[in-house]
């Protein structure tokens, strides 16, 4: 396919904007996180309590912008070893949840589309290949290749969009970045790319928690389009030139 120079490039997220992760994904992760957060916060062989746990997650949340920063800089943890453990779904494929036609969609939008996850690389691919939509995409970068100077800034980093546009040959103003997630779309039109709030999903709009969604879905000024649904992104190429 030959795609013109001036098309967009559409940046997107995959859970709970591809995919309803909070169906039955999201609570898993959340046990697991809750579950290896209680053992690296706990002290003499006592696991930390859920007060401890939240505190936490809030403080790294607000301050790394993702959990996993704040217990790799202030515990140590091994990032491969807490993705893995984070992510053990039993039932992974069936607990996934789509709509119909995702593929003929993306088909649609014109211009390139990456992936652009903070989800890590073997469990993004297997969610993207039960949906059949991974072809579609010319490129995927998962957390683990989220580094920049050798390290980790996933999204909502401002270095991580820069260097994927330098990667990429783009400028700002060609990128569409399209996400479920609040924090990562304010960075993004910081620095003059588009953006696309998807919002039917939201029940929990990250692992970290419920305590960081909006309480009304209004739309921000930093968001140029909300949407329910991905499906609806067609009728707002207008709104996106």
């Known amino acids: 396919m030959n795609i013109k120079p001036s098309a967009p490039v559409w940046l997107f997220d995959l859970d709970n904007t591809l995919h309803n992760a909070s169906h039955a994904i999201f609570p898993v992760i959340v046990a697991n996180m809750n579950a290896y957060m209680a053992r690296v916060l706990g002290e003499a062989g006592t696991p930390a309590t859920q007060e401890q746990i939240n505190a936490a997650r809030t403080l790294y949340w607000k301050r790394y912008g993702v959990t996993l920063l704040g ?9 491969a070893h807490f993705l893995d453990t984070t992510h053990d779904i039993p039932d992974l494929l069936a607990s996934i949840r789509h709509e119909k036609g995702l593929g003929r969609l993306l088909k649609r939008l014109p211009g390139r589309k990456v992936l652009l ?17 991974q072809r579609h995409f010319s490129h995927h970068i998962a957390i683990e290749s989220m580094r920049v100077h050798g390290k980790l800034r996933p999204k909502p980093s ?24 609040l924090a990562n779309l304010r960075t993004a039109h910081a620095l003059g790319l588009r953006t696309v709030w998807i919002t039917q999903y939201l029940k929990v709009a990250d692992p970290a928690g419920a305590a960081h969604l ?22 707002q190429l207008s709104r996106l030139r």
Do not use: F
């Open 71 to 79: 217990l790799m800089h202030h515990h140590g943890v091994d990032m």
């Open 117 to 133: 996850t903070n989800a890590p690389h073997r469990y993004s691919t297997r969610v993207m290949r039960h949906m059949g939509i």
């Open 158 to 181: 401002k270095h991580l969009l820069r260097k994927v546009m330098q990667r990429q040959g783009l400028t700002p103003r060609r990128c569409i970045l399209v996400e479920d997630t």
């Open 214 to 235: 909006p309480k009304r879905l209004n739309r921000p000024a930093w968001v140029d389009v909300q949407v329910k649904s991905v499906k609806h992104l067609p009728a």
